[in-house]
């Protein structure tokens, strides 16, 4: 008997409802381009653990300092919070396809560097952070223009099973690649883990050079750097889906963090704990993972809404935070650290799907590298948090907290964001006219005033609904909104919108949705008289 999808994952095609095999965890494997792409983004992710694992070993032959070996982590981090909007901007206004290339291009250039400085002797240890940060730049730069891309490839409805897929590509790649690197470094040396990356990064930037898709130039050009980040920037703001999404992936990430910044010290403390032991617990998260991708998500997506799967995945993880808080030997904290791998992919593969259904196309990139953001600072914060607690307490103690609040922490969080299960229809539209004019400003604010004849009965409904009006055109890219009210005419309002400049005030015709439409309607739908409501353009002479 076929499962109904959940009732808040809209855009599912009615023909594919009742096909399993559209819906099954690798369909969107079906598309070549899919296919190639998921394995370069595979190839990347073991590059990404081959490179920390050799770049950490390398440190602590030229440096028997904490700190320094601490800071490798940080270096590689890094570059996620000072360019994850940048980068987020620019696939969002570049080529995504050349802008891929490129990124493995610098990875591989980066990795032949740190070769070539260990080959001639000249490696420091002030050096190999900077070149760890530096390609950490390029990790930074890669995610959000795969995140874009993933949604151009494969059906709406195969988009969760893409996702998971990647989860995969993530979960294997943590398994894969330090075990490659840790058997060259013994074998050979540091410096063949970084030929090899550097191979595996310019044949992954070759295989994307096979990818012939045709980028469409906007006929307005490209959008200024430091104009598109505010955009992406207000876009989320005012975006309340998305900022719930926000909320709670950094709600999840800060609490179920403390299980592996805590890891080494747990696996330590088991009976006859050491680095095979701490090995076994990361293959066993990485295993669970793969396992509910593989087996269990796309049926626990037919049967239940995201919201449940959200508070089921932190329920989970907070279970098996417990256990392995307590775990007596490794028997028993291998399973649970598998369990805590599968409710790790089932939450975060969720509320990614959330985030992407509510970006459209012209933004994603930006609002998923502020995901990412949202995932590494939480992360950043709650090991710092976690470790404090554990070094003031205790290990277990530490993880108990972490397990119990986080608990109380999405349960509260479900029962305050009670809209999220409202999804607005993103369908691009071309539905309004775009305006034109005999001698378009070159410079200079633009300000469009649209006068409205409304029943003053009814003003309170109609500000409300204003409100939600100046959410779209601010998430649109509008510099400012304003409602105003005729003082001596109570049913005349006046709605105010600052454009950047002409070119902005026509890219956001370029960004009206099915959502926007509908709302223009329903605002329509108050206005009295036989005419529509007035229009008027005006530009700020400086």
Request: with cysteine.
């Amino acid at each position: 008997m076929p499962h109904s999808p959940p009732p808040d994952l809209p855009g599912v095609p009615a023909a594919s409802r009742h096909d399993p095999a559209s819906l099954s965890a690798w369909a969107p494997l079906r598309s070549p381009v899919f296919r190639m792409l998921w394995g370069t983004w595979m190839a990347a992710n073991i590059c990404m653990w081959m490179n920390d694992v050799a770049a950490a070993w390398l440190m602590t032959s030229l440096t028997t300092s904490p700190i320094w070996v601490a800071l490798v982590q940080s270096a590689s981090t890094l570059p996620v919070f000072l360019l994850g909007l940048p980068s987020g901007a620019l696939a969002d206004i570049l080529d995504r396809r050349r802008y891929f290339i490129i990124t493995q291009f610098w990875v591989a250039a980066v990795a032949l560097v740190l070769c070539l400085t260990i080959v001639m002797g000249a490696m420091t240890a002030p050096l190999l952070l900077a070149l760890t940060f530096a390609n950490g730049v390029g990790l930074a730069m890669r995610w959000p223009v795969f995140s874009a891309i993933v949604p151009e490839l494969v059906p709406r409805a195969q988009l969760p099973a893409a996702l998971a897929l990647n989860g995969i590509a993530m979960n294997a790649s943590r398994i894969i690649g330090p075990l490659v690197a840790g058997a060259l470094i013994a074998g050979a040396g540091s410096e063949y883990v970084f030929i090899l990356n550097a191979v595996i990064s310019l044949v992954s930037g070759f295989v994307i050079m096979r990818w012939r898709r045709e980028h469409v130039p906007s006929p307005l050009g490209r959008e200024r750097l430091i104009s598109a980040m505010r955009v992406g920037v207000q876009f989320v703001r005012q975006s309340a889906r998305l900022r719930a999404v926000l909320l709670r992936v950094a709600l999840f990430f800060f609490h179920s963090t403390a299980l592996l910044a805590l890891l080494p010290l747990v696996a330590r403390g088991l009976h006859g704990g050491g680095a095979g032991t701490f090995t076994l617990l990361l293959a066993s998260m990485g295993s669970g993972a793969i396992f509910v991708v593989a087996f269990l998500l796309p049926r626990l997506r037919r049967t239940l809404s995201r919201d449940a799967m959200v508070l089921g995945g932190m329920g989970l993880q907070s279970a098996a935070t417990a256990i392995i808080a307590f775990a007596p030997n490794a028997y028993v904290a291998a399973p649970a650290m598998f369990l805590a791998g599968a409710a790790w992919i089932t939450t975060a593969n969720t509320l990614s799907v959330s985030a992407q259904l509510a970006l459209p196309d012209w933004v994603r990139a930006r609002g998923m590298s502020m995901f990412q953001m949202a995932i590494m600072g939480a992360s950043a914060l709650g090991a710092a948090v976690w470790g404090q607690i554990a070094t003031v307490t205790s290990v277990p103690t530490s993880m108990l907290i972490a397990a119990s609040t986080a608990m109380v922490a999405m349960g509260a969080t479900q029962l305050l964001l009670r809209d999220r299960s409202i999804e607005e229809d993103l369908t691009p539209s071309r539905e309004f006219k775009v305006p034109s004019a005999e001698a378009p400003p070159l410079t200079g604010q633009v300000r469009t005033l649209i006068e409205y004849r409304i029943d003053p009965a009814r003003a309170l409904e109609f500000r409300t609904l204003m409100q939600e009006s100046r959410r779209s055109r601010l998430r649109q890219g509008a510099l400012a909104w304003e409602l105003l009210r005729d003082i001596s005419d109570p049913g005349r309002y006046v709605e105010q919108i600052t454009d950047e400049s002409w070119t902005e005030h026509l890219r956001r015709f370029d960004r009206v949705t099915a959502g926007d439409v509908a709302l223009r309607d329903r605002k329509l739908a108050f206005h009295r008289g036989e005419t529509p409501p007035v229009v008027t353009r005006l530009v700020l002479e400086s």
